[in-house]
């Protein structure tokens, strides 16, 4: 538990919340009304709706987290977080809060835990990896770490090496300026024209792919780091993240039942949640015939299909994380159909637990 961090009020603005944000490095700033605690101001919030003026008050933007007490176990703690794709949480006692805990504090812990700190970075890491080029424009990454809901995008040079990592505090510090009238007039002025490679973060460490679980945790914390682009040789492979630690910790909870979260669905969307459950469900079921499946995690975005046009159809992409018998199973599906788009990134899942037993068969039959 972290017992120092910034507070805001419900009365004061959003400019001043993302000043607090950029200065102590939270990403959800609790917000305190006569003493109790109220809510949270997330950064991830301000950036999904792009049209907040900078004097909004922050009563205008609360969002509502799940909170924990001192005795809540670990586990029960990144299952919440994990779920609501946020970083840091409020701890209380009573209605009064006496800390947060954050995806650093739980990265912490996974480095110190045996059975999770020789785990193979390559194990948990997300591929294929989103990026951009030192050659891009800060508005290219802005629109990725909305399309994925992610703080931090890697940065690569024309030989595909990697050169460092663009994300929240340069958003953040180029974005919100004096004359900016909201956050969505960034990409109708001028500063959308910033380059990359002008105010990209180079103090970069990287992992490789081959390494533990422990290393990489440890060079997070010793660096302040919540991103670890991973390389094989010189080449960028994945990224390991603390939500991906945090996913890992979630997935060792006990549950009675399979753990299922499903993020980024529009409110026009929700309407076809059921349909998609149901085809998770049937999915599951079959799989659970070969390997207990522990937790299963879907985020989901739209773009337009064709550059530069608003409006029309919009594409899904579904990205896919399975625990399942030790291993991640990291899988993507693109559709204009999302139902028709999640049933198929199912199927691909079934095989690939499918193709998992059949390869352990087969080292077991060579190793007698």
């Not at 950064?43 to 907040?52: D, F, N």
């Not at 900016?180 to 024209?193: M, N, Y």
Request: proline share 3%; with cysteine.
């Amino acid at each position: 538990m972290i017992p120092e961090f910034p507070t805001i009020g419900p009365e004061d603005r959003v400019a001043e919340a993302l000043s607090k944000m950029r200065e102590s490095r939270f990403q959800e700033i609790p917000i305190i009304e006569n003493g109790n605690y109220a809510g949270v101001i997330s950064y991830g919030s301000i950036l999904r709706k792009g049209s907040t003026a900078p004097d909004t008050k922050v009563k205008n933007l609360v969002r509502n987290l799940p909170t924990v007490s001192l005795d809540t176990e670990i586990t029960k703690i990144a299952e919440h977080i994990v779920a609501n794709n946020c970083r840091q949480l409020a701890v209380l006692n009573g209605k009064k809060i006496i800390g947060m805990v954050s995806r650093s504090g739980l990265t912490r812990v996974a480095a110190r835990i045996k059975i999770l700190r020789d785990i193979k970075v390559w194990e948990i890491m997300t591929t294929p990896v989103e990026y951009v080029s030192e050659n891009a424009m800060l508005d290219d990454a802005l629109e990725i770490m909305r399309k994925l809901d992610i703080m931090t995008v890697p940065v690569v040079d024309s030989k595909m090496s990697i050169v460092g990592v663009v994300g929240m505090k340069e958003v953040i510090d180029n974005h919100w300026k004096i004359d900016t009238k909201s956050f969505g007039d960034f990409k109708k002025s001028s500063k959308a024209q910033i380059s990359i490679g002008s105010v990209y973060t180079g103090a970069v460490r990287t992992i490789d792919w081959d390494e533990t679980l422990g290393a990489a945790a440890s060079l997070m914390e010793e660096h302040n780091f919540s991103t670890l682009p991973v390389i094989e040789g010189k080449e960028l492979v994945g990224v390991l993240t603390e939500f991906d630690i945090v996913e890992l910790i979630s997935a060792c909870r006990e549950r009675e039942s399979l753990f299922v979260q499903i993020s980024g669905l529009d409110d026009e969307d929700k309407f076809y949640a059921d349909a998609m459950y149901a085809d998770i469900e049937t999915e599951m079921t079959r799989i659970s015939k070969i390997y207990k499946p522990e937790s299963l995690t879907i985020h989901i975005s739209k773009y337009n299909e064709e550059v530069g046009k608003e409006g029309g159809r919009k594409k899904y992409s579904l990205s896919g994380r399975l625990f399942i018998h030790g291993t991640v199973l990291d899988l993507k599906e693109v559709g204009w159909d999302i139902v028709k788009a999640n049933s198929d990134l199912m199927k691909k899942m079934g095989q690939q637990v499918t193709e998992m037993k059949d390869s352990n068969v087969s080292f077991r039959k060579r190793k007698k």
